[in-house]
């Protein structure tokens, strides 16, 4: 199959639409990270999804929304605090985990009784929404256990031959996926942190919690609330290890232990000044960290690293997610000096 990258004029948008009501896949940008789109309620278009990436079917999917009357078609026994979060960050980077109706195939939800709906705020998304007039189901447009992908060429390089176009949109704003919440106890759970950050959500209700899978390693029987915490993730080849550490005490520590095919991940250029080693900047603050995080962890395996020393990003703010990202492309190793 050849793949088309569509750019986002309004015929462009269109014919990726029409491509999704025949019950095809398309890579769609979206402010997080792209998405590889079908028809949520086809559950066949839905399966290809999951063959594209190579995902395990029991990882559900988050269906896209364009307008807030489809909240109600698609889920039920919502909450109060559900409108209220939507009222506050929706079109935008949450996702919401509620009771799932019928019209919605368990293919979709991995066979949960669950779905997680998001309304994004990027424009040519919401176009492609609108005008297609369904619930878009669309994972991160990345290989399973890749990286996901910020770039329209990021998506090329892992779906090249398996889907029919993408809509090529530019860089994703935000760079990290959705903060995914669930309800409970009159309370949010986060499950996946995001660009909506805890400190975000508290503004709406004082009972916030974040689940044990954000920072912690689960073991493989746990029972998970969300199922994508439990597999390998955003994984590239090199051995990549975190390094939570002052600036001094990091430089001392890569100084003694890297050799040539050493490669840093490191805030600012001035990071390893004078010390002769590979680097790749991936920001100076959380947003962008966000923002960059995934293209470095694709460039480590572009230059063939073998092994990579990350500085540690802040633990709060969006910082939390960058460093959950970066948690698991690290396998949980992290050193703490
Ligand atoms: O920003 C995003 O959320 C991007 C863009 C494309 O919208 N999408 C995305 O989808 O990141 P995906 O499939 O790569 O990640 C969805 C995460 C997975 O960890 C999945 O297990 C969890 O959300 N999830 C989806 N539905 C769920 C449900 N019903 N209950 C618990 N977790 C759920
Ligand atoms: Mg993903």
Known sequence: METKLLQTDDESLKYAASLLREGKVVGIPTETVYGLGANALDEFAVKDIFKAKGRPQDNPLIVHIADISKFEVLCYDIPALAYKCAE????????MILKKRDIIPDTTSGGLDTVGIRMPSNKTARKIIEYSG???????????GSPSPTTAMHVFKDMNGRIPAIVDGGMSAVGVEST???FENDGIRILRPGFISREDLLEITDNVIIDKGVLEQLSAD?????????YRH??????VTIIDADLDKFREYIKENSDSSTVCLVFNDSDTEGLNIKYINYGADSTQ??????????????IGAKKAFARCPEKSGVGLAVYNRLLRAAGFQVIKL
């Open 88 to 95: 506050a960050f929706w079109p935008g980077p949450l996702t």
């Open 134 to 144: 369904l619930p878009i189901a669309a994972p991160s447009a990345n290989l399973s």
């Open 180 to 182: 995914v919440i669930a």
């Open 222 to 230: 746990t029972v998970v609330r969300s199922p994508g915490m439990k």
């Open 234 to 239: 955003y994984s590239p080849r090199a051995d």
């Open 289 to 302: 960290q966000a923002q960059r995080l995934f293209d470095a962890l694709r460039e480590l395996d572009d």
